[in-house]
């Protein structure tokens, strides 16, 4: 008996010792082990361990995502774990089968216990087709900021949703993640990380859906901080080739930033992180599959863009990316916060997806011309291309979730709906501003909600009109649930502005092309062109790049903007393809007279009340 105690003693003396330096374990949660420093050469792939918790059940199913806030289509996140394997805790493994791309089953033996799962998920960044007739459609690449990379020694950049998931009934439980890491490299992202040693980090999050909007970036250090209004600024950086820089990229957007923060300037105690990945322009693999862009969550965004040469140009491509991204910070305007729908294997669509979209999208622009960053006259052109785009939108409700996920799978039809989006917002202030006589408008109302804890999408118009105090339920009856065409006619001579959707006007121009779009191929071809257009562009030629940009369907309108409205005298750079040949071209728009299209210009005829209610919008006396 003694012997007995004193071998269990040296037992658990033994064992104190090996675990003295982890965190005691909680029953109810996940404890999750990742290894960034043996990565599967062949195959990019990294190793999962997940100490799960206690469940008693003879059939479990582990699920990954197959839809996520903020990205349209699916993701089918399952189809990246291989070599699944699961034990009780009798140390018995499990039998496991897949149920589609993104449940696996875990059969039990009676009375047993779930105890660990182990896997290897590969990078979303290098996959690649196995079938050579399978399309790009059916494979369903994913977008650089939304999925995983890793590259061993260099970079990492971990999306959650893409590493792990949670058991059916217990998305809810707390998660704590340990990282097994290279010495050299350092995490960046707006969750709190602690470093346990120079290779070993781990942080704590409440639940599965905290986990999947927060990423991490593991790269060698590269990061900035500063102050935008209230809100704490952390900028990291990785590039490629080392042609970009934190520093640079806080001087290119701090302006932006700094308008964004001051309209929200009631927020204090904010952080947000902002998390960038640079690489060669044109790299044929990471660039042809998936696309340039970011991804906005609540208190931290991720981006994959090219390190462009032209600092203008590079200036031009990180603003257009990160513009308004900072109202994230407002849960009304953050598609995570607004999503009460916690089961990942169904769309996470909201009938409130017009608002937190349209509203973003106004929001950016009515910031900065608060700021005076940018002038009215761009916002009118870019009114104006949001009409253009909007009348591409199909003729249904912009609340019919059915209609509306099946839409935005569609690249361009998603841009449509995203326009109209933001027209119905830039109405809805006019509107709330001119019935409530300059005491309400849009952006009170936003921050008012803001102020709820839990907001509910099916009832989230009925709180917007609670707090207009003014009565909207027709606007959205007709507008937002209905199908009637928006009175844009109406609502912008309200503020001083002349709409005609057809005129004569002289302006600065490449000359006159129009463009077709291939949904198949995500390009643009010319369509209709005048032989004598800057470009020397004729039928049938596709557009690859505007000054170095690439051109697909999420950015088509920004990056044609300086083709189709140019707001001054200066040389574009535009590559296209004809024939199977890649051409390069520059060319400087003339004044010309042509027939325009959704034409909006100040209205030299607005009454005082048209100018007050201008003001009140545009140039409030802003003490919020």
Not at 277 to 298: E, M, Q, V
Request: overall charge neutral.
């Amino acid at each position: 008996m003694k012997l007995t105690r004193f071998i269990l003693f040296i037992f658990t003396m033994l064992f104190c010792l090996t675990t003295k330096a982890q965190a005691p374990i909680q029953e109810n949660s996940y404890h999750i082990s990742i290894d960034l420093q043996n990565i599967t050469p062949d195959k990019d792939r990294i190793k999962i361990t997940i100490l799960t918790p206690p469940i008693k059940a003879r059939t479990i199913r582990y699920t990954l995502p197959a839809f996520l806030p903020g990205i349209n289509g699916k993701v089918d996140a399952g189809r990246f774990v291989h070599q699944f394997y699961a034990i009780d805790d009798k140390g018995f493994p499990l039998k496991v089968s897949k149920n589609g791309n993104n449940v696996i089953v875990m059969k039990m033996r009676k009375g047993a216990t779930l105890k660990k799962i182990e896997y290897w998920v590969d990078d979303t960044w290098d996959a690649e087709k196995t079938k050579a007739n399978e399309s790009d459609k059916h494979f369903n690449y994913i977008q650089q900021a939304a999925g995983s990379n890793f590259e061993a020694g260099s970079n990492f950049v971990l999306n959650h949703a893409f590493l792990f998931g949670y058991i059916e009934g217990f998305s809810e439980l707390p998660y704590t993640v340990n990282i097994l890491k290279p010495i050299e490299l350092s995490a960046c992202s707006a969750l709190k990380i602690k470093s346990e040693s120079q290779t070993r980090d781990s942080y704590h999050v409440s639940s599965y859906k905290e986990l999947v909007e927060n990423p991490v970036m593991y790269c060698r250090p590269d990061t900035v901080g500063f102050m935008a209004g209230n809100i704490r600024m952390t900028i990291s950086v990785f590039s490629e080739n080392g042609k970009v820089t934190a520093r640079l990229v806080r001087r290119l957007i701090s302006t932006s930033l700094m308008s964004d923060a001051n309209f929200i300037s009631e927020l204090e105690d904010q952080n947000y992180t902002m998390m960038f990945y640079f690489t060669t322009p044109f790299r044929t693999i990471l660039n042809s599959h998936g696309k340039y862009g970011g991804i906005a969550h609540h208190y931290s965004s991720i981006y994959f863009l090219p390190e462009l040469a032209d600092e203008d140009e590079l200036s031009n491509e990180i603003q257009r990316e990160t513009a308004g991204d900072l109202f994230h910070l407002l849960r009304p305007l953050d598609p995570q916060s607004m999503n009460v729908n916690s089961d990942f294997l169904k769309p996470q669509l909201t009938k409130n997806w017009w608002f937190y979209e349209g509203v973003n999208l106004y929001f950016n622009w009515l910031a900065e011309i608060r700021d005076s960053t940018i002038s009215e006259n761009e916002f009118m052109g870019f009114v104006s291309s949001k009409i253009r785009l909007a009348e591409m939108a199909n003729k249904k409700p912009i609340t019919d979730l059915k209609n509306l996920y099946n839409t935005l799978s569609i690249p361009l039809k998603r841009e449509a709906m995203r326009s109209k989006a933001m027209l119905l917002a830039l109405l809805l202030d006019i509107k709330i501003t001119d019935l409530s006589k300059g005491q309400m408008d849009l952006r009170k109302v936003v921050m008012g909600l803001n102020e709820h804890k839990t907001l509910n999408p099916d009832s989230i118009e009925t709180l917007i009109n609670s707090l207009a105090g003014v009565d909207l339920k027709l606007y959205f009856l007709e507008n937002v649930n209905g199908i009637k065409a928006l009175a844009l006619n109406e609502s912008l001579s309200k503020i001083g502005w002349a709409y005609s959707p057809m005129a004569v006007d002289s302006m600065l121009s490449f000359g006159s092309f129009g463009l077709l779009y291939n949904d198949n191929l995500d390009a643009f071809f010319v369509s209709n062109s005048d032989t004598t257009n800057a470009f020397g562009l004729k039928d049938g030629d596709r557009i690859v790049s505007v000054n170095q940009i690439i051109v697909n369907s999420s950015n088509f309108d920004a990056a044609l903007h300086e083709v189709y409205t140019p707001s001054k005298n200066t040389e574009v750079e535009l590559r296209f393809i004809r024939i199977d040949q890649n051409y390069t071209v520059k060319g400087t728009p003339a004044v010309k007279s042509m027939i325009v299209q959704y034409l909006i210009r100040k209205d030299p005829a607005a009454d005082m009340n048209a100018l007050h209610l201008h003001d009140q919008i545009f140039a409030p006396n802003f003490t919020p």
